[in-house]
C-alpha cells in the first residue's frame, strides 16, 4: 500500500536561512582562529553557537514529518543560539574599544548589499582574510541579525501550519478515518453488486 499520511521533512538545504547559517558557521571559526585567544572558552563557544544554529535548522527540518512541535523547538534554538552568537561579537568590538556600525552606517548599507549578492552566497568567506575585526564583527553582526529576522519568519510560519494541518496524532486520527469510511464505501459496493447478481440468475 502507497498511500502515507506524512508530510515530507526535510528541504532544508533549499532555505536561505540556512545557507546564510552555513556561512556564519564557517566565517566564525576564521574569526574565532584569527582573532580569538587559543585556549580561550570564547573561542569554542562562538563556534559552537555557530554551529548550534546550522544544525538545530537542519534537524528541526528533518524532525518536522513527525513532529512540528520539535520543528518549532529546534527552529527556536537555532535563532537563540545565533542571538548567543550576536552578543559575542557585540562584546567583542565593546571590549576592543571598537565600534558597531549603526543600521543607516554608509558602510552598514553597502554590506547589506553585498550579504544579498550572489557573490556572497557562493563564495561566503572570499574576503575573510582581508578584513580587520572591525570589520569582521559588523559584518557578522549584520548578517546575524538577517538571519535572527528569517528565522523568526520561519517560526511564526511553522506555528501557522500547526493550527492549520495540526501535530502527528491529528494527522493519523484524520488518516484512519479516511481509510475506514473510504474502505466502508468499497465493501458496500461489492455488496450491491453482489446483490445485483443474484437477482440477474
Avoid at 502507497?2 to 508530510?7: I, M, Q, V
Avoid at 548589499?113 to 552566497?121: A, D, I, P, R, V
Wanted: glycine share 6%.
Amino acid at each position: 500500500m502507497s498511500e502515507t499520511f506524512l508530510p515530507k521533512g526535510g528541504g532544508y538545504r533549499a532555505l536561505r536561512v540556512y545557507r546564510l547559517t552555513e556561512a556564519i558557521h564557517d566565517l566564525t571559526a576564521i574569526f574565532a582562529e584569527r582573532f580569538i585567544e587559543r585556549g580561550s572558552r570564547t573561542k569554542d563557544q562562538m563556534v559552537q553557537a555557530a554551529r548550534s544554529g546550522k544544525q538545530n535548522i537542519a534537524e528541526g527540518s528533518e524532525a518536522s514529518s513527525t513532529s512540528k512541535e520539535t520543528e518549532i523547538k529546534l527552529t527556536n534554538v537555532a535563532k537563540a543560539s545565533l542571538e548567543e552568537l550576536l552578543i559575542d561579537y557585540q562584546d567583542y568590538l565593546r571590549q576592543h574599544g571598537l565600534p558597531i556600525w549603526e543600521k543607516d552606517h554608509p558602510r552598514t548599507v553597502k554590506m547589506r548589499e553585498y550579504l544579498k549578492s550572489s557573490g556572497f552566497m557562493d563564495h561566503p568567506t572570499a574576503h575573510a582574510q582581508g578584513m580587520n575585526a572591525e570589520e569582521y564583527c559588523n559584518l557578522m553582526i549584520t548578517l546575524i541579525n538577517q538571519s535572527t529576522y528569517m528565522l523568526r519568519k520561519l517560526i511564526e510560519r511553522q506555528q501557522e501550519q500547526f493550527l492549520k494541518h495540526g501535530g502527528i496524532k491529528e494527522l493519523m486520527y484524520k488518516a484512519r478515518t479516511t481509510y475506514r469510511a473510504t474502505h466502508r464505501s468499497d465493501q458496500t459496493d461489492s455488496s450491491d453488486q453482489s446483490d445485483q447478481s443474484d437477482l440477474s440468475d
